[in-house]
Nanobody, 121 residues
């Protein structure tokens, strides 16, 4: 089970940190990722960290602003989001994927519930 939290309403330029607490699986043994879905749009990749290499991957739209990290002791994955923009408004989903490398929606094995992020202009 993946429990996402940390969403909310923030002004443009602000920051939020999303958390994804895992139970029943070990985050260091899975590629952990974040995806987001805006109203009327498909679910898009945001960021992931590979279990095998620890390599991180980011969507071009968030590179330099978002940082994914993993705390194995807490079995939790984080997404630090800085310099938020109105176009970042979406429901953010945590995901776990057994395959290494970048997370892709078709390879995700477990999804968490979403957490709403709203960025006002």
């Amino acid at each position: 089970q993946l429990q996402a939290s940390g969403g909310g309403l923030v002004q443009a330029g602000g920051s939020l940190r999303l958390s994804c607490a895992a139970s029943g699986l070990t985050v260091r043994s899975y590629t952990m990722g974040w995806f987001r879905q805006a109203p009327g749009k498909e679910r898009d990749f945001v960021a992931s960290v590979s279990w095998r290499s620890g390599s991180t991957y980011y969507a071009d739209s968030v590179t330099g602003r978002f940082t994914i990290s993993r705390d194995n002791t807490k079995n939790t994955v984080y997404l630090q989001m800085n310099n938020l923009k109105p176009e970042d408004t979406a429901v953010y989903y945590c995901a776990a994927q057994a395959a290494s490398g970048i997370a892709t929606s078709v390879r995700v094995d477990f999804w968490g519930q979403g957490t709403q992020v709203t960025v006002s202009s």
